[in-house]
């Protein structure tokens, strides 16, 4: 650590700080800003390895074989917290200078709340860790179904019949019906298992858990125990109806969940509870048990956490056909969006930073009308599940675990000028989500006439796999892209991607960049600032939150306008607001390899769900 960090963390100092936290697939971490913006310092608790008698893989648990059931602990996400304030104190960051907190979930994945966790969570002090007052008690199912669940077939079936097809679907609720989104998930289980539902208090998100345990303890805050769920992580539910301005929960829909009974879907809809429709509201201040344990000051606020994709779009302004790529446990590409334009082939967000207006009258718009916007209303994203964890499998069977060999094999197989891959594969090792429900390891090889065979094996596995996985991931995301981009530029499929921003752990990997550079013809950047892009953009959203409920005439400014001035007052911007760092421009003769390659590929990708 530097002096200028060492000083910003002096618990003498007046500077205010601000918090994000972030509990993904693998890992919760925490992120510590200046107001400036400046990233101060970063923790991180990993699930297998600081947790391990939670006995998880990747941070999941593996339901019956064929199931297709994974899932987590509900206690591994509380406790986490727990080891994530030891680690605070041991690090001796200046908690008291804290002036709000904002958190991120790893999407889709429901928390179940017991008819008692309200005053549980009410009476939590600093005297005991929290999974200790809190206890299996508090929730009604012990587990959190993870985003990489594929139980649901059945369920995601019913939903699109219900409304009409996919398409149907999507035009209501941003997706068509996909297997770890929410409301699929919690038919299920209400089928399985109907008298623990019954016992349901809420049902959260993981975002609007981590908001709860913010404010566990007692928040002096209207009352509410468990937090309502962020609009933007809504989205990811098949339920939320944002079709029109009014939005809310879709009623056809509740009625399917709960059972096609009237006062079954009412309190379905009040178990759900109450949406944020503003992500920089002010929901409450940070509990006893954080003032208790931590000393954070009784002031310091708390405003709704998102999902943790929506979180990671905060970190960086992105402008018009760029995109942001987060390489964490999931592959997904983020590109921002001005409208709704609803697809079977990509997933349609609001926006995770929008202000609101307070009631229908105000605005004009209907009860969530809205009276400022951000600079892109939606966001657009494609979601794969066999993202690092696959990579990782390849690398640990062909490369002996080591990301160098993984890399160096990468490298002397990139299409030489003139020339094509040799070697293809996918890698559906998970049922995936593009294209959807594949399955299974399929490899090709191509012979001197440039015939595509299937193969068992490759004849040199670790120099092929490496190389053959990572370009038909990336090759995936530049088949897709375009449909997006032709959906938000008015019918101009002329260009593609300009620029992409490379996130997530993987994004370490500088091979991994410049392949993408490659193939998706554009640069890579990464920002300057190097950091957890999630739990950073939830500190910002955070620090968004701070100016709006403090700053006198500030209360309704744009989390766009509020950032990009809070950057330029510090010195983290001497060279002009935020900051990137070009990680790998596109190799003009691999790229045209590539984009001659793409029609052979996207036939491989039919042949291999074909089984062929
Ligand atoms: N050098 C590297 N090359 C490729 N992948 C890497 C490298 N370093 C880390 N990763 C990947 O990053 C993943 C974790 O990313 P992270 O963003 O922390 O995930 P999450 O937020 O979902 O818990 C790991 O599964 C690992 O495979
Ligand atoms: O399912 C999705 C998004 O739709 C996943 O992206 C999860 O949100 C988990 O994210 P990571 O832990 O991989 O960042």
Known sequence: MDSSTTKSLSPDSNEPLFLGIDVSTQSTKASLLSSSLELLSELAINFDRDLPHYKTSGGVLTGSAGSGEIHSPALMAVESLDLLAEKILAAGWPTQRVKAVSAAGQQHASVYWSRRAPEMLRSVNGSKRLVDQLGSQAFSRAVIPNWQDSSTTAECKAFEAHLGGPTALAKITGSKAYERFTGPQIMRWRREEPEAYEQTERIGLVSSMVTTLLCAGGDGQDGEEIKGI????????????????????????????????????????????????????????????????????????????????????????????????????????????????????????????????????????????????????????????????????????????????????????????????????FYWFKEEIIPPNAKGVHLYTSSKDSQWSSAEEFEAPGATHPHSIISSQLLSFKSRVGAILHENAGGDNEGGLVRIHATGGASSNQTLLETMADVLACPVVRPQQQGNACSVGAALKARWAWERATKPGRERVAFDVCVEEARKEGEAAEQGGQKVKLAAEPDEARTDCWRRFLPTWEELERRALRGE
Not at 289 to 297: I, R
Not at 344 to 352: D, G, I, K, R, T
């Open 230 to 425: 962020d609009e933007s992580d809504a989205c990811g539910m098949n339920l939320w109806d944002l079709s029109t301005p009014k939005r809310g929960w879709s009623r056809p829909l509740l009625e399917l969940v709960a059972g096609d009974d009237a006062a079954a879907a009412d309190e379905l809809a009040r178990k759900l509870g109450a949406v944020e429709s503003d992500g920089g509201r002010i929901v409450g201040r940070i509990g006893r048990w954080w003032q208790e344990k931590l000393n954070f000051s009784p002031d310091c606020l708390v405003c709704p956490a998102t999902g943790d994709n929506p979180a990671t779009l905060l970190s960086l302004a992105l402008a018009p056909r760029e995109a942001m790529v987060s390489l964490g446990t999931s592959d997904t590409l983020l590109i921002p969006a001005p409208s709704f334009e609803p697809s079977e082939a990509f997933h349609v967000f609001y926006h995770p930073a929008r202000v609101a207006g307070r009631n229908a009258s105000e605005s004009g718009e209907g009860e969530q009308g809205e009276v400022v916007e951000t600079s892109s209303r939606y966001f657009n994203m494609l979601v794969y599940k066999n993202g690092s964890l696959a990579r990782e499998a390849v690398r640990d069977k062909y490369c002996a675990s080591s990301w160098q060999e993984f890399d160096r094999a990468v490298r002397s197989a990139w299409p030489a000028r003139g020339s094509a891959p040799q070697h293809m594969g």
